[in-house]
């Protein structure tokens, strides 16, 4: 079966980083995304990783390694508005995209 | 700017009682589909379509049919409601064949059904 874990919840605080984890087992592999979900809202696009490696953009970045099956999706300077949840997504095989049930993330001040 | 527009945005209903979730794209996209959304599980993925006039089934289709007429829209419909099917659900759209697959998502619908 395909198979996509994330961390239920995780705390930080106010100017910090972190780090949240996603791995996968999936048939085929055409990419992983990461959206956020702030809380009653729709998700947003974050990311997508197809190529293994960092890909930064702004306080986010997105990493992948495709042969361990994992990506992490980094958050610097973390500010109040980041208390969201961010759901990580691959596109498997057959281009259908599989998702993480999210890790929501709280940020104290 | 309007994007994707769903409606209603909540709704309780009756077991039994047939509903109708609507949503309109304005952003020509080809490729449609529904999700719905529970505590502590991914998007699940109710229904697609690629482009007008076909559509597939996702891995959750059961109690639920849609259609795709045109471009623009994709309703989804529950003939006979069940309390399982409480939940919000999300249309969402993408450029078909996008590299990138990024997804555009409506509001949501969160669903009630007593």
């Known amino acids: 079966g395909q198979n996509i874990d994330q961390p239920t919840e995780m705390t930080a605080t106010e100017g910090a980083i972190v780090q949240i984890n996603c791995t996968y087992q999936t048939s085929g592999f055409n990419g992983l995304f990461w959206y956020q979900q702030h809380a009653g809202e729709a998700p947003t696009f974050l990311s997508y990783?197809?190529l293994d490696g960092l890909e930064e953009k702004g306080r986010f970045s997105s990493f992948l390694s495709r042969s361990k099956g994992y990506s992490y999706l980094l958050l610097k300077e973390l500010q109040m508005k980041d208390s969201a949840s961010y759901l990580c997504?691959?596109?498997?095989?057959?281009?259908?995209?599989?998702w993480g049930a999210g890790t929501k993330l709280i940020i104290k001040p | 700017i309007a994007g994707i527009t769903q409606a209603p945005t909540s709704q309780i209903l009756a077991a039994g009682r047939r509903m109708t979730l609507r949503c309109t794209q304005d952003m020509r996209h080809n490729a449609m589909y529904w999700y719905r959304q529970d505590l502590g599980l991914g998007l699940r993925l109710i229904h697609y379509s690629n482009t007008a006039g076909t559509t597939g089934k996702g891995e959750v289709p059961d109690g639920y049919s849609v259609s795709r007429a045109n471009t623009d829209d994709f309703p989804l419909t529950l003939a006979s409601a069940v309390p399982s099917q409480t939940s919000v659900y999300f249309c969402a759209s993408k450029v078909e064949g996008a590299g990138t697959g990024e997804l555009f998502f409506g509001e949501g619908s969160r669903l009630t059904v007593l």
């Open positions: 990783n197809v």
């Open positions: 997504a691959v596109l498997d095989s057959n281009y259908q995209l599989i």
